[in-house]
């Protein structure tokens, strides 16, 4: 329990920052969408966001070693809140676009400066059981934020309200923590060629992983905006399958893959997403009907979980010394995919098939991840049982949270 005790302080800041960002995640495209913008701008405001993190990630280290992590912490936080409220104000797509990149940075600084922290306070024997619950605890307040907007049109005031207080919120137990400030680590990510030499089917899966879930998710509270009734909660109801769906199917997936080539298991996920989404295009159910909520939950529990299944593989085929590069520079390839998937999705949705180019578009992207996980399993042989590193659930949130995964627990010795 001790080891708990250290960090209950740092989860807590986590969860209180992933309640607002799971808000921002569905009133932002309904705002949009309300504003008469079309669904092309709202995939771009999401792209534009994927960049932010993107670019966050990338200078997180370098400012966490100058300024130590409450200090990035809290500046993140500030700028978080500060930016919410200025949403608040402006509704044009190109104040949004400068908010949501300035919160991309935001969010990869906070995670960043929460992930190196939980390394350094956690023993490594018991990182894999504190991962568990900081992981479960994040996804739980993502799939919650959503409903504190049920009960406001998307263009009130009181979302980005809540946004701003939960931003505030995350700033108390951090300062108040009494675990020792870490010296960060600096686990500089492998050149892409590098990566796809080592572990290729990781590489792809990452960013089809990039591609596809941030699209999908960017443009589903669209979607929720045809149902009857409130579109803020259709959804965020629609948002809480998805990612219960992935709570879910997290461990079996990831107990199957420990057995099997995970290249299957992947591509069966992608595939089992794939199906999911075509019953959705052709069925064309309401959006906020049970049966619609059931269906974005199946596929939640396929697509949303091949991305700890990409991070397991790589991290089989790595020498234990750099797992940890391994997964920071996969994370910059999935931050990749993020950008582009938004813009593709986006112009789908305004084509003519609307709401259903959603889910073909999905149902094509799981067969070609399916596809080319096949080809890649034909192409290069698995990995040996005593090879095999053990599942661990895992996100893309910073490239210090690679740091606190049990699979990085050999420290870094090459640095080629």
């Known amino acids: 329990m001790t080891a708990f005790r250290n960090v209950a302080s740092l989860i807590l800041a986590a969860a209180l920052l992933q309640v607002a960002g799971g808000l921002l995640g569905v009133i932002v495209p309904l705002a949009?969408?309300?504003?008469?913008?079309?669904?092309?701008?709202?995939?771009?405001?999401?792209?534009?966001?994927?960049?932010g993190f993107m670019v966050g990630a990338a200078i997180a280290p370098r400012i966490i070693r100058e300024i130590a992590n409450v200090r990035a912490f809290a500046f993140a936080?500030?700028?978080?809140?500060?930016?919410?409220?200025?949403?608040?104000?402006?509704?044009?797509?190109?104040?949004?676009?400068?908010?949501?990149?300035?919160?991309?940075?935001?969010?990869?600084?906070?995670?960043?400066?929460?992930?190196?922290?939980?390394?350094?306070?956690t023993p490594q024997e018991k990182r894999g059981s504190v991962l568990g619950v900081y992981l479960v605890a994040t996804k739980i307040s993502l799939m919650a934020g959503?409903?504190?907007?049920?009960?406001?049109?998307?263009?009130a005031l009181e979302p980005y309200v809540w946004c701003g207080i939960f931003f505030s919120l995350?700033?108390?137990?951090?300062?108040?923590?009494?675990?020792?400030?870490?010296?960060?680590?600096d686990?500089?990510?492998?050149?892409?060629?590098?990566?796809?030499?080592?572990?290729?089917?990781?590489?792809?899966?990452?960013?089809?992983?990039?591609?596809?879930?941030?699209?999908?998710?960017?443009?589903l509270p669209i979607y929720a905006s045809n149902a009857p009734g409130s579109s803020v909660t259709t959804a965020a109801t629609l948002m809480a399958a998805a990612y219960l769906g992935s709570m879910i199917s997290q461990w079996p997936v990831g107990y199957i893959s420990d057995r099997i080539d995970r290249r299957l298991v992947i591509g069966a996920m992608g595939l089992a997403s794939a199906a999911v989404a075509l019953v959705l295009a052709v069925i064309d159910a309401q959006p906020g009907a049970l049966v619609a909520e059931i269906l974005i939950g199946l596929w939640g529990a396929g697509a949303l979980s091949f991305y700890g299944l990409c991070i397991a593989h790589a991290a089989d085929r790595s020498e234990p010394e750099k797992i940890a590069r391994m997964m920071s520079g996969l994370l910059f390839v999935w931050a990749f995919g993020s950008i582009l998937g938004p813009l593709v999705f986006g112009v789908v949705m305004s084509s003519p098939l609307g709401g259903r180019?959603?889910?073909?578009?999905?149902?094509?992207?799981?067969?070609?991840l399916f596809l080319l996980m096949i080809w890649r399993?034909?192409?290069?042989?698995?990995?040996?049982?005593?090879?095999?590193?053990?599942?661990?659930?895992a996100q893309p949130t910073s490239v210090l949270g690679s740091e606190i995964d049990p699979r990085t627990d050999t420290p870094e010795e090459d640095t080629v």
């Open 32 to 51: 949009l969408g309300a504003e008469g913008y079309s669904n092309a701008i709202v995939g771009l405001i999401a792209a534009v966001y994927s960049a």
């Open 77 to 121: 936080a500030g700028l978080l809140a500060s930016v919410v409220l200025f949403m608040s104000l402006f509704r044009d797509p190109y104040s949004w676009g400068l908010a949501r990149f300035a919160q991309g940075i935001g969010f990869a600084l906070m995670f960043a400066s929460v992930e190196s922290w939980l390394t350094e306070a």
């Open 146 to 155: 959503p409903f504190l907007a049920v009960g406001s049109p998307p263009p």
């Open 170 to 185: 995350a700033l108390l137990p951090v300062c108040l923590t009494r675990s020792l400030q870490p010296a960060p680590p």
């Open 187 to 219: 686990p500089s990510p492998f050149p892409i060629r590098r990566m796809f030499d080592v572990a290729p089917a990781a590489v792809i899966g990452v960013f089809v992983a990039g591609f596809s879930n941030t699209g999908f998710l960017s443009l």
């Open 357 to 368: 180019g959603l889910f073909i578009l999905e149902a094509v992207i799981g067969v070609v």
């Open 377 to 393: 399993r034909q192409a290069k042989e698995k990995v040996s049982a005593d090879d095999r590193e053990h599942f661990e659930i």
